[in-house]
């Protein structure tokens, strides 16, 4: 098994994530690896139906098809880190002194910015995951967002070299290989990594929950990748989409 083989490559698509789960439901034989990738993502899609703003050619839009029947549902989440801890790594590869974030639950920072968006949907049969569909939206080469209330950022920003989309796509799938190795034979420690690149971890900071803000700061994940948060009232354990950072005070 190789990621990207095969690669199902459009000019146009409306969400990578969608085309993967169609295909899924209409081929029996779909496998393991298998890529969507699309140079111009029109309706992409990030947590909370958040809208994925990425400008033609650009960037790089795809999906990642994986059948982790091996992994137990409660520890999905490795998924996530997995995930995050390849495109950090792909960040790393092009500018190695630039400081690199992974924003609970799936978004990866250049310092205070947003490089990279991460969206994974699961099938389940009982209780085993069928599948894994991977959506990744990584800025590239892009250099304005006006149509983004905050400024993301792009590799090629920082990059101490010239950047070629189709090589960074390769860059990246061979990490995300060799950590879906890894997370499957060695998970602790890849999740420590995970847990000390966490954005604002340690960092008093501003959080919104439940309509309501309070200030508190990030400890670490539990074993289900449930984010711990120190408070005035204590450890708090949040699950995701019940937290997030309360941009009209900080961020």
């Not at 409306?14 to 690896?33: C, H, I, K, R, W």
């Not at 209330?149 to 799938?173: H, N, R, T, W, Y």
Request: aromatic share 8%.
């Amino acid at each position: 098994m190789k990621f990207g083989l095969p690669t199902y490559t459009f000019d146009v698509l409306d969400s990578t994530n969608a085309y993967a789960a169609q295909l899924l439901d209409t081929q029996q034989d779909v496998a393991e690896g298998t890529v969507i990738d699309t140079r111009h993502q029109t309706n992409g899609q990030g947590q909370k139906d958040r809208i994925w703003y990425s400008n033609p050619g650009q960037n790089i839009t795809l999906s990642l098809i994986l059948k982790p029947a091996w992994l137990p549902i409660r520890r999905q989440f490795w998924l996530n880190v997995m995930t995050s801890m390849a495109i950090v790594r792909t960040v790393k590869h092009y500018a190695e002194d630039t400081e690199v974030k992974v924003k609970w639950p799936n978004d990866v920072y250049i310092k205070d910015n947003k490089v990279s968006g991460i969206l994974i949907r699961l099938g389940l049969q009982g209780s085993t995951i069928q599948y894994a569909i991977v959506g990744i939206g990584l800025n590239v080469l892009q250099q304005q967002w006006p149509h983004c209330p905050s400024q993301p950022v792009s590799l090629s920003m920082c990059a101490d070299q010239m950047l070629s989309i189709d090589e960074v796509k390769g860059v990246l799938l061979q990490h995300l290989h060799a950590l879906y190795d890894e997370i499957r034979s060695d998970p602790e420690r890849l999740v420590q990594t995970y847990i000390d690149l966490l954005y604002k971890k340690g960092i008093e900071t501003d959080f919104m929950y439940d309509n309501r803000s309070f200030r508190g700061a990030i400890r670490s994940i539990d074993a289900s990748g449930r984010l711990l948060v120190d408070t005035q009232d204590g450890l708090r354990t949040f699950e995701v989409g019940e937290i997030s950072f309360d941009n009209s005070i900080s961020e």
